[in-house]
């Protein structure tokens, strides 16, 4: 059999297609559109794909969107299964006020991130979940597997598109995060960079305080590579399929392995 995840942020639509709907699966095939283009999805991509079995998507994108991608399910006869965070699954509790109002992109990093924590020994398993996508989310689990809560802010390219439409000299090209930057285009870049890392700083140490030990520090997200340098200082893991994961933990536990159409 196959299974096929879908991770749709406000940016790109993010898909694989595992062996099964387990977490150590292998993955077989996988890709990302950018939201404009998901029409064209079936005929560039999953018409070539073995028909999947199953499958469990992440939806933060709205009901239009979830709506044409539910069409191309369809042509497979495929009954589309969109996650809503719940008080409890994976192995985390989740410790929002109303659990379902948490992104369900949230919610399966989370799962995935325990699911890591997990497999690395009881002794580091707080974890501390940095999602760079469209907005970054900066989200900690303690020890046990309890979501305490975290933040939501701008990714790059609101930060930037907030500066430029909102002044008159701000308009400029894409620079380089720097230390000491000394033109507009590296000043923009740097200042995004370090909004970011900063906020991921204190969010670490303030988690660190909390639990009484280092916790795992796991980034993912499209532009996660953006924030390379934050390894020089804290002990950042880049990992690529941290949402994947989760649904897979998730569906595994559900029982999806084998949907009917
Ligand atoms: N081909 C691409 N098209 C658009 N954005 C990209 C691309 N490659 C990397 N990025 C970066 O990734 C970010 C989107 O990351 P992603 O995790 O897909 O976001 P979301 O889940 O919010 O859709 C963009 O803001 C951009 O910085
Ligand atoms: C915070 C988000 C906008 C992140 O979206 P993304 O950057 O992945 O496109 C999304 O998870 C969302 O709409 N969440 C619902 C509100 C919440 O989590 O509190
Ligand atoms: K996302």
Redesign the pocket.
Known sequence: MTFLVI?I????L?WGLYEQAHPESPLLHQG?V?LEDIDGLWESAWQHLPRPEGMLGCVVAGEAIKRRVEEHLNRWGLQPRWLVATPRAGGVNNGYDHPHRLGA?RWAALVGARHEALTQGVARAAALVIMV???VTIDALDTQGNFLGGAIMP???LMLRALETGTAGLKVPMGTATDFPTNTSDALTSGGTDAIAGAVDRAYRRLARREGCDPLLLMS???APKLLSLADELPVRFVDHLIFLGLLVLAAEQGLGRQTS
């Open positions: 991770d942020g406000n940016t790109r993010k990302a950018v992109d996508g469209t907005a990714g790059f390219g997200g499209g532009a």
